[in-house]
């Protein structure tokens, strides 16, 4: 009969912990780091590097000729101050916003939403029609189209004489309107960018959303209200602060249709920085315009990215 030796005690088998990958963020090392190194001279040089001059810039009395060219001084904020006390720039922000209402906020804003609306119930023929058209416009370059409007809304041109065919007088108002001319060219010009983006949301609705609610009686605009709308909710307000964003920078259409004038009825911003840094050779003052500009287009994003839902924001 054998023994049995002394029980040992029962071992309980611990596995081996699987170290988690090194991700690139955990230890950058010089070889990791290697690679980024061309792409940050490049952001370096071409982006901080004006960013941080015009800061520069807007603080000093720096031109392009007389005193300012040849020796240049720290002012302070003093080219802040003369801006806001200008009634030129005053009026400036004014027509920028006007602008920027008519031609972004309610012509490409609606106008795109129509057209993108449209293309989604027409047949494969008319929506090519209609999307050939408008992207046509959208990529003709802007002193093409600046130059095109403006034989449209000149003196004796295509506009004067389709308002001849049914009775109505000539109308000039590149010189009674010129801040309406220059909208309306650049809802043309732009709507092409707002429809995309409709399309694109509205193609991302699900259908069966649409056919509940008409089987249970609600009719085209109560889906439009109650359906469609809030869920293109983060399509309008990325649609309202992209396009809005553009617009306030436009100034070829402007410049190639009317120059700012008459009588600096058309002036918009970009158009005002551009003859203070480049027709008077005040860069420091310009400068400042620019980033007086800038401050603008950021409280318009602000208020955009409100209308996004929170889920959107993270």
Known sequence: MSTLGPERPATRSVRPRRRRPAGIGDRLTLRRAAPMIPTAVLLVLFMAGPIIYSLYLAFT?????????????????????????????WNSVVLTILFTLISAVIGQNLLGLLLALLMERANRVISFAITSIVIAAWILPEVVAGYLLYT?????????????LVGIPPQTLLFSAPIVAVSFANVWRGTAFSMLVYSAALGAIPGDVQESAAMDGAGPMRRFTSITLPLLRPALATNLMLIT???????????????????RKSQTLPLYMYEQAFSYGQLGYGTAVALLLLLIGAAASLVYLRLLPEEEKR
């Open 61 to 89: 009395d720096k031109a392009i000729r007389g005193d300012g060219a040849s020796k240049t001084s720290f002012v302070g904020v003093s080219n802040f101050t003369d801006a806001l006390t200008d009634g030129d720039f």
């Open 152 to 164: 449209f809304f000149a003196e004796g041109g295509s506009l004067d004489g389709i308002l001849g």
């Open 245 to 263: 964003l553009q617009t306030l920078s436009v100034f070829g259409l402007i410049f190639i249709m009317t120059g700012g004038g008459p009588d």
